[in-house]
């Protein structure tokens, strides 16, 4: 697994149920960008907001619509070790390519029961364990001591780094001694991670302009890089106005009026705003 892979938003009818079609007609949108991959139920899809019946459901809808094209990650991470196992024997029986899972949070558990529950995920199933690094999400930061230990077992086979920290990054590279998958979590440095020796990124904002990150991943491979600067620059002035109103409600909002009817965002998430509105509908003419 290499290259730009969406995490997928979960688009609401207006009562806040899955918009079925919506999904269906998100996927297909990516992946007719040529996208290589998808993350499904991740912090983007609101997964930690949804019950675990839904969270089943997204995983369904999006392997239906994408079938065998590209591979695919199901986040099945949850407080609880059990109900991560459930949700990641419903991705293995549905043909995921791999489960992902943050690390249990609120408890504040040490390391040796973090290490226990992703031991105990990745056994339950017969597919690779992805591990999502989100510091700034849930507390607990995977470091690269951690990540030596816990990838000695090869069924672990990448991690998703969500932090702003790329020496960090770097040394999940240097300090596991095979080659894994490291993925850049923050969008507005794509490039940056990719600098630092990341194989590729998951992103909520390629859900909208993926064309625009698989082409700084085609440059930087080619060499490239003030190009892929260019790109990354005109990504980021995009990001940094859905920063200042809820990135995942504008995120919606753009592709609402790309033509896909995302709806809202569930609560406690809140409503985007008239300026939010007006300012996303711009950057949706625009693209
Ligand atoms: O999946 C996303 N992470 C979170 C990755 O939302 C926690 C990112 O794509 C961010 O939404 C994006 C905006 O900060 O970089």
Do not use: W
């Amino acid at each position: 697994m290499k290259g730009i892979f969406t995490a997928l938003l979960t688009p609401f009818k207006e009562d806040y149920s899955i918009n079925e079609k919506s999904l269906k007609k998100l996927v297909e949108f990516n992946l007719e960008k040529g996208v290589n991959g998808f993350y499904v139920g991740g912090s983007t899809g609101e997964s930690m907001v949804m019950t675990a019946e839904e969270r089943k459901e997204v995983f369904r809808i999006a392997k239906e619509a994408a079938g065998d094209s590209v591979p695919m990650i199901a986040h099945c991470g949850a407080i609880s070790t059990d109900a991560a196992i459930d949700m990641a024997k419903t991705a293995e029986a549905l043909g995921y390519t791999a489960v992902s899972a943050v690390a249990p949070f609120y408890y504040s558990f040490p390391y040796q029961a973090i290490r226990q529950y992703y031991t105990d995920i990745v056994s339950s199933v017969n597919i690779p364990m992805v591990i999502y690094n989100f510091p700034g999400g849930n507390g607990f930061t995977f470091t690269a001591d951690y990540a030596a230990e816990i990838f000695e077992d090869e069924r672990f086979i990448g991690i998703k780094h969500t932090s702003a920290d790329l020496f960090a990054l770097q040394q999940f590279k240097q300090k596991i001694k095979r080659p894994i998958t490291v993925f850049n979590g923050f969008d507005e440095m794509c490039l940056g991670g990719l600098a630092m020796g990341a194989d590729g990124a998951i992103g909520s904002t390629y859900n909208f302009m993926a064309d625009k990150f698989l082409k700084i991943y085609k440059e930087f491979n080619n060499g490239e890089i003030e190009n892929a600067q260019a790109i990354q620059n005109e990504a980021n002035e995009i990001i940094a106005e859905m920063i200042k109103y809820g990135v995942f409600q504008c995120e919606k909002a753009v592709l609402t009026y790309m033509g896909i009817d995302m709806g809202p965002c569930r609560k406690p998430f809140l409503p985007l705003g008239r300026d939010g509105m007006e300012a996303m509908k711009k950057i949706a003419e625009k693209l």
